[in-house]
């Protein structure tokens, strides 16, 4: 019985542990260093795709929380983002969505590299274009 409960105190230390180093990570590695190793880690991508890619994430952003940790990025953030490239830049809903999709893709690949255990771009309320009426 002994025995039994060695191992079971093992497997519930190292689960701690991983668990730890993601805590960790997440709250040293930036939202950028991930995005920067998120395309790297982009394969079969045309260059016009790449090149639009890092201009979203070098113009639009990065510098809005790419230097924040990345398991520190809350909904918050996201939001105020949105919110500003809504309001303030008077982008359309389709480019916010299409900036709001590669942000989120990068949060999916953290979570995928044990960074961060959440996604907070996940379920978030984008702005909606007015539906035009179609004319037969």
Partial sequence: AQ???TNHLIVRLHRLFV???RVVAGDTVTFQKV???FMQSRTGL???TIDHYRAFLDNSINPFFGHV???RVKVKHLADWINHMSEDEELSPK???NRHNLASSVF???QSEGLITRNPAKGMRLPRGEKKEMVF
């Fill in 19 to 21: 668990a730890f180093q």
């Fill in 95 to 97: 480019t916010v969505k």
């Fill in 3 to 5: 025995l039994v409960d």
């Fill in 35 to 37: 995005s920067e190793l």
């Fill in 46 to 48: 045309k260059p016009a």
């Fill in 69 to 71: 940790p990345i398991g």
């Fill in 108 to 110: 999916t690949f953290a």
